[in-house]
């Protein structure tokens, strides 16, 4: 029987058309993606650009572990703020929060004499407790976000300089400072050319992250549900490969893996599988998307925001920790302006102004395009006034981006 004469019963199987593989379809795909591809080509594009100017010295081994520290405590923030967005919501505490943290710890473990472990602890309790504040009045009192942490970025800053007396306290153990500037034990002893714990580590994180998007992509084939070109994914599970590969033989060649990134990779891991994976993280883009919907699908939308300025809050502690640690003290100008740079990693990242869009991964490429962004123009002897104007167009363009994206995805489907 030909297929055009061939009829269905109930036991023929419904066999769902494979996605297009050709330059048509993957063109489309692409179109449709612009969002997504955009910020890893405007990463590449970036990285390119500074490694040229700079005269190779940006992807040097020593200022890529520089990056990593300079960078890291934003794009913890990033993680929560990411959440707090796509929530329909803004967080502008947590700079204060970051500062009000440290000072905390620094009380605990150098004036009280605390364990320096357990005034880590403490320390992110405090911020989760901060996050729990907050929450209640925007959650179950109704003022709104921006009002809420606007009104805690005032009141944290103002207690960090109260406890602190407007007086650094350092220095720290040197086990806490190794938080933020230590790294793994070097098990070559300092003797090997690549350091041995680093390269196994980055090797089974390559294996690991393949492996899944592999047997996520051969799930969605087997129920009908892949759109993706294989050319492209392909495309893309090679550069996470090359691309993992190379930080971890530049960060081998130096001193190894910093245990900020440790921390980092650990919770960017947790958090993207809690938002693609977890009811909560459902809850999160529904109530950002539609929260008059959300409510009539029985989505508990007050404890979703309750929750959201928790974790923010306590996201913004182990943030605290980490500058802290680094700068191996605890000072009452810390965090300034580290509200703004999570606001940007997360819109930079792909992340939508009315909320219901966007990912942990993208608002950490979004800091990292911020991230070196910072530092090649440092490199250049660029001025901070120079710096400044640069971030913000960049911000301004992508803002623009996202809003072009939505007006041809609505004249498309017209």
């Known amino acids: 029987m030909s297929a055009s004469t061939q009829t269905l019963t109930d036991d023929t199987p419904v066999i769902p058309p494979a996605p297009e593989q050709g330059g048509a379809g993957l063109g489309a795909f692409l179109s449709g993606r612009l969002r997504q591809v955009g910020i890893f080509l405007a990463l590449i594009a970036i990285v390119i650009l500074f490694q040229v100017l700079t005269g190779g010295t940006l992807l040097t081994p020593r200022n890529v572990t520089s990056i990593i520290g300079q960078n890291a405590y934003v794009l913890i923030l990033a993680i929560g703020m990411v959440m707090i967005i796509i929530a329909g919501h803004i967080d502008l ?120 998007q592999v047997r996520e992509r051969a799930k969605r084939v087997k129920l009908g549900l892949e759109d993706e070109p294989r050319s492209w994914f392909l495309s893309q599970a090679i550069f996470t490969a090359v691309f993992i590969l190379l930080i971890t033989f530049v960060l081998a060649s130096y001193r190894g893996t910093p245990i900020v990134l440790v921390i980092l990779a650990a919770l960017i891991l947790i958090y993207s599988t809690v938002m693609h994976q977890f009811v909560f993280g459902r809850h999160i883009y529904a109530r950002g998307g539609n929260l008059h919907a959300a409510q009539l699908s029985g989505v508990d939308t007050k404890k979703v925001d309750f929750l959201l300025f928790v974790n923010m809050g ?101």
């Open 314 to 414: 306590v996201l913004a502690g182990i943030a605290g920790i980490a500058f802290t640690a680094r700068s191996n003290s605890a000072l009452p100008g810390a965090g300034t302006g580290f509200e703004l740079d999570a606001i940007a990693a997360a819109f930079i990242g792909g992340a939508a102004v009315t909320g219901g869009v966007g990912t942990v991964t993208g608002a950490i490429i979004g800091g990292l395009i911020m991230g070196v962004l910072n530092n090649g123009m440092s490199l250049l002897g660029l001025g901070t006034e120079i710096q400044s104007f640069i971030k913000g167009f960049v911000l301004l363009l992508a803002v623009a981006f996202d809003i072009f994206n939505k007006r041809r995805a609505a004249n498309a489907s017209k």
């Open 93 to 212: 505490s947590v700079g204060s929060v970051v500062a009000f943290v440290g000072a905390v710890s620094g009380i605990m473990i150098v004036q009280w004499g605390w364990p320096w472990w357990l005034g880590v602890i403490a320390a992110i309790l405090v911020g989760g407790v901060v996050g729990a504040w907050q929450g209640f009045w925007i959650a179950y009192v109704g003022i709104p976000a921006f009002i809420v942490t606007l009104a805690g970025m005032l009141t944290f800053r103002g207690l960090t300089q109260m406890i602190l007396h407007n007086v650094p306290i350092t220095p720290f153990p040197d086990a806490y400072v190794a938080i933020g500037s230590g790294f793994l034990p070097d098990l070559g002893g300092g003797t090997s050319t690549f350091e041995p714990l680093t390269v196994i580590l980055g090797v089974l994180a390559t294996i690991g992250l393949v492996g899944t």
